[in-house]
């Protein structure tokens, strides 16, 4: 079963929509489901982004955005049915994925939140998207809700996986009890030349571990886990991965062209945006309670957790469940 609370009451349909697919946990599909191929192109600020472009063009535009470390895979039973129920699906490569590239060699490879978030504003004018409903989890959901808080004109609704995920380099400098410390512990390695070192020889490895620690319940099979890690091999995926969770801690620099973003994520900004939060009551990675974070969402808003064993990676894990929260959120 899923427990749910919300601040605003929905029609009865859309209770019965939203309830009927979160009864069981659905984990994976016997049979992969077809890959998403990002066989769409645009350049967009420092970027020629990679992405997959589902349904009509003309309906309403939906972003999904993938996580760390894993790619718009995680999307490829979710984006069909979306594309299906007529909206216009964008998904994808995050900065480091993929086929996205960077046009200059000289620009940095900056993985720092409000760089990735403004990659989502960069594509939506490349491709003359005014408002969109975004959602996504890990890396992508942080960037869906920057872009909510700094940019709420730009989104229609928000489906975000653990929540509120804006911080800033200060509260990272803040030490955790040990256990909190424990579950962080890729982003100590990787503050080491030995940890980016290691990374870059061992990226699927790693990727692999990371995939079972945080959906310790999760039966991905070679075939899945496969398409996303080719993903990994981007020339500057380790560049991007280290630098995020090296600032994270204060050991790396940002650019001066983002700084003014980071101090107002630093005030921590409320959502204003209609928003359904989601959790996996299996996620093995480091997430805030959803108690933590509700009263960081002003506007319409409900919280969802998905039951069944479901962790990290709800989109891939829990495809019908997420479908139907994104469907939802654009009705709240």
Known sequence: MSSLFRRTPMRLATLLLAAQPLLVGIVSAATPPAPLVADQHVVAGDLDIGYADLGPKTGEVVILLHGW???????????????????????????GYGSTR???????????????????????????????????????????????????????ALVSVSGYLISSQEAGRNPLPPSAELQWWYQYYFATDRGRDGYAQYTHDFARQIWKLASPEWKFDDTTFARSAASLDNPDQVAITIHNYRWRLGLAQGEPKYAALEQRLAQLPAITVPTITLEGDA??????????????????????????????????????????????????
């Open 283 to 332: 996620n093995g990675a480091p997430h805030p309670r959803p108690e933590a974070y509700a009263a960081k969402f002003t506007g319409n808003y409900e919280h969802r957790t998905l039951r069944g064993g479901i962790g990290h990676n709800p989109p891939q894990e829990a495809p019908a469940a997420f479908v139907q929260a994104v469907i939802d959120a654009t009705r709240l």
């Open 69 to 95: 470390p894993y790619d718009i895979n995680s999307y490829a039973e979710v984006a069909p049915r979306l594309a299906a129920q007529g909206y216009r699906v964008v998904v994808p490569h995050l900065r």
């Open 102 to 156: 960077f046009l200059s060699p000289d620009t940095p490879r900056n993985g720092e939140p409000a760089a990735l978030a403004s990659d989502v504003i960069a594509l939506m004018d490349a491709l003359h998207i005014q408002r969109a409903t975004l959602a996504g989890f890990d890396w992508g959901a942080r960037s869906a809700d920057i872009v909510a808080a700094l940019w709420p004109q730009r989104v229609k």
